[in-house]
């Protein structure tokens, strides 16, 4: 099992980005997510293509952008040439699911389909071999630092099985990340639910020494291996 981790920089000092970006990289980030909210589809207003171009530089790895935008269609391709590698949105967000995903590719970018806490699983029925990844919200998106809502965990073990199935039957891998609420001290359970890549806010940017929350991140989900 490869498990990856995924600062999301909306905990970070955004008066510092550059660096914040280049210190959590450097502590073992696998990914950087990237939260855009348009203050319509969530309660929220962030960031958008000129700050993705402008930490662009600054890191190697992936950067992973979570849409909390209506509509979806229209910057997209802003956010491919911004320098995004990974773009997910919310399906009820979206008049054509699979028009948005094909658009994503095209631009291309790895495309994958968001689920709030309480959006029904079946938008995955007819486009499972047009996904990358599956993104499961485990708080209602718009703000970090919130509580870890625990149905997720069991919404979490039925994508796993859906994957697990697709695959098996010749499908392509799916990453399955989960966003919100994710500390060290509950990694490994989100883990065992079958989530691969963990998106983690304000447990990280919150503490002085972000390598010694990703490590300690590491070793929690080392122990679901055995
Ligand atoms: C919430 C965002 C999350 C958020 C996670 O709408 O999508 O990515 O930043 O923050 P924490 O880890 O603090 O819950
Ligand atoms: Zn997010």
């Given at each position: 099992?490869?498990?990856?981790?995924?600062?999301?920089?909306?905990?970070?000092?955004?008066?510092?980005?550059?660096?914040e970006?280049?210190?959590?990289?450097?502590?073992?980030?696998?990914?950087?997510?990237?939260?855009?909210?348009?203050?319509?589809?969530?309660?929220?207003?962030?960031?958008?293509?000129?700050?993705?171009?402008?930490?662009?530089?600054?890191?190697?790895?992936?950067?992973?952008?979570?849409?909390?935008?209506?509509?979806?269609?229209?910057?997209?391709?802003?956010?491919?040439?911004?320098?995004?590698?990974?773009?997910t949105?919310?399906?009820?967000?979206?008049?054509?699911?699979?028009?948005?995903?094909?658009?994503i590719?095209?631009?291309?970018?790895?495309?994958?389909?968001?689920?709030?806490?309480?959006?029904?699983?079946?938008?995955?029925?007819?486009?499972?071999?047009?996904?990358?990844?599956?993104?499961?919200?485990?708080?209602?998106?718009g703000?970090?630092?919130?509580?870890?809502?625990?149905?997720?965990?069991?919404?979490?073990?039925?994508?796993?099985?859906?994957?697990?199935?697709?695959?098996?039957?010749?499908?392509?891998?799916?990453?399955?990340?989960?966003?919100?609420?994710?500390?060290?001290?509950?990694?490994?359970?989100?883990?065992?639910?079958?989530?691969?890549?963990?998106?983690?806010?304000?447990?990280?940017?919150?503490?002085?020494?972000?390598?010694?929350?990703?490590?300690?991140?590491?070793?929690?989900?080392?122990?679901?291996?055995?």
């Open positions: 099992m490869t498990f990856r981790i995924a600062p999301s920089i909306l905990s970070a000092d955004f008066a510092r980005l550059g660096e970006v280049r210190n959590v990289v450097a502590a073992g980030a696998d990914l950087i997510h990237f939260d855009v909210m348009d203050n319509h589809y969530v309660p929220n207003l962030t960031i958008g293509p000129l700050v993705c171009a402008a930490i662009r530089p600054h890191v190697q790895v992936p950067i992973d952008v979570h849409l909390m935008i209506t509509p979806v269609d229209r910057i997209v391709p802003d956010f491919a040439k911004a320098g995004a590698n990974l773009i949105f919310h399906p009820e967000a979206s008049e054509h699911i699979d028009r948005t995903l094909a658009l590719k095209e631009c291309g970018c790895k495309a994958g389909l968001v689920f709030n806490p309480a959006t029904p699983l079946h938008y995955l029925d007819h486009v499972m071999d047009k996904l990358d990844i599956i993104l499961l919200m485990s708080v209602n998106p703000f970090g630092g919130q509580q870890f809502i625990p149905a997720a965990l069991a919404k979490l073990r039925v994508v796993r099985a859906r994957i697990d199935a697709h695959k098996a039957a010749g499908g392509q891998d799916i990453w399955l990340e989960v966003d919100g609420g994710v500390k060290t001290d509950n990694i490994a359970e989100i883990a065992r639910a079958g989530a691969d890549t963990f998106v983690a806010g304000s447990a990280i940017f919150s503490q002085p020494d972000y390598a010694a929350v990703v490590q300690a991140m590491r070793k929690e989900l080392a122990t679901t291996c055995s």
